[in-house]
């Protein structure tokens, strides 16, 4: 079965660690992406990344870091500085040719 | 950067046809527009997407008029599964994939019985 996991679905943290939230795809898509959803709203973009060992800023990345060192991987880490980071994170992946945008299941991050 | 404004919320009857409307006032020559459905606690699923004129897929049409200024998602008959957010999306994803992919609020169909 080909597509996008995130694991895990909900994920629980004390206030001042550092938490990694995993993407893999196994679509042999070159560009992923991370967004963040708080309840209510739209999705903003955290970072994406269009090959490996590269990445980008998106809207909202301050607080956020991410890694890109396979083409099926990547995750993504809230760090302590993120000053209100529960919320709906949810992972992308899009081939080249492509306009379409193939979402995971996400992960609900509460930090305590 | 194209923005798009989009209705907050709609109201349907099951059976009913809904057109929601997307304004993108700003779009640029090589932006092509795109339409997802999100359901709660889920990713957005893509639905359809266009240049001009109008498309036709399984589940949706596009109507996109001849100055591109807008676009119109047309849902046939929905049902009570139809009910979630639509997010309307444009930009060129070649040259600028961060722009693309900026979802705004979306629009909120709420389909009764």
């Known amino acids: 079965d080909g597509g996008i996991t995130q694991s895990p679905k909900y994920l629980f943290r004390k206030e001042g660690q550092n938490v990694t939230l995993s993407c893999e795809q196994n679509l042999n898509h070159d560009a992923m992406y991370w967004y963040r959803q708080d309840p209510g709203q739209g999705l903003r973009l955290i970072y994406y990344s269009q090959i490996v060992n590269d990445f980008q800023k998106g809207d909202i990345a301050e607080g956020y870091s991410v890694s890109r060192e396979k083409k099926e991987s990547f995750p993504l880490t809230v760090t302590s500085a993120q000053k209100n980071p529960t919320a709906f994170y949810l992972c992308a992946s899009k081939p080249g040719t492509s306009y379409e945008q193939y979402f995971g299941p996400g992960t609900r991050l509460t930090v305590t | 950067l194209a923005k798009t404004t989009q209705p907050i919320s709609m109201d349907s009857y099951e059976g009913q046809e809904v057109n929601i409307t997307c304004s993108h006032n700003?779009?640029?020559?090589?932006?092509?527009i795109t339409w997802y459905q999100q359901f709660p606690s889920q990713g957005p699923r893509f639905i359809i997407q266009?240049?001009?004129t109008k498309v036709t897929n399984e589940v949706a049409s596009l109507f996109i008029p001849a100055d591109r200024k807008s676009s119109t998602l047309s849902l046939p008959r929905v049902s009570l599964s139809d009910t979630a957010v639509y997010y309307c999306l444009v930009g060129d994803m070649w040259n600028n994939a961060g722009n693309m992919l900026t979802f705004g609020g979306g629009t909120r169909l709420m389909v009764k019985p």
């Open positions: 266009g240049y001009k």
């Open positions: 700003n779009i640029a020559t090589n932006d092509y």
